[in-house]
């Protein structure tokens, strides 16, 4: 997956970057927390973000409350924050800022890919409920165009849509839903048609 890497430490950025390519997962880098800021804002942002805490110009936790505070409407980001500083207040500070995650530098590679394998399964995750979501919206919308007051003629059956064009009933419904009609006739209807068949009671 597409995962943005933002840390000022040059030995660190790299290694860490090593270590995400060599799992197959394509590297977004910024140096300080401004660039990954910037990326952050783009209607492309990678849907991870692994982040360090301390860095110049905007801190990781000033990176997260900007991010959250643009989610309105658009797919979360999932971060994990990477630092030296691991006392409880700390941890508490970062969940509380908005991250998903935390892992203690120097970072164990194995810790760390862990821990982005869970990131990718939430995202995956999300994903597949905003479609499932999305598919609800749909099915809702075309069952609140069959609701409501439906003018009928009395005579022919015919309906009139909200453009004031009258047309048959298995046009309307078909358009309006996904039922499919196929024709027949009724016992009362056969005499009227076919007078010569009788019909046993």
Not at 24 to 45: C, D, I, K, T
Request: charged share 25%; net charge negative.
């Amino acid at each position: 997956m597409r995962i943005l890497i933002a840390e000022d430490e040059p030995v660190s950025r790299t290694a860490l970057a090593g270590v995400l390519r060599r799992k197959g997962h394509e590297v977004v880098v910024a140096v300080n927390g401004a660039e990954a800021w910037h990326e952050l804002q783009q209607a492309s942002a990678p849907a991870l973000a692994v982040l360090d805490w301390m860095m110049p110009e905007m801190d990781g936790l000033e990176v997260v409350r900007h991010v959250r505070a643009l989610e309105a409407g658009r797919p979360p980001c999932y971060f994990i924050m990477l630092t030296s500083l691991d006392g409880k207040a700390e941890v508490i500070a970062a969940l509380e800022a908005g991250a998903n995650d935390y892992v203690a530098k120097p970072f164990d590679p194995g810790e760390l890919c862990a821990r982005i394998e869970v990131g990718r399964r939430l995202i995956e995750m999300q994903n597949a409920l905003a479609d499932k979501i999305a598919e609800l919206r749909d099915a809702a919308d075309q069952i609140r165009t069959l609701r409501g007051i439906i003018p009928i003629c009395s005579g022919c059956k015919s309906i009139r849509d909200d453009r004031g064009y009258w047309s048959q009933v298995e046009a309307y419904v078909s358009k309006h839903s996904e039922a499919k009609f196929t024709h027949g006739l009724c016992p009362k209807c056969v005499p009227k048609y076919f007078p010569d068949i009788h019909l046993d009671p």
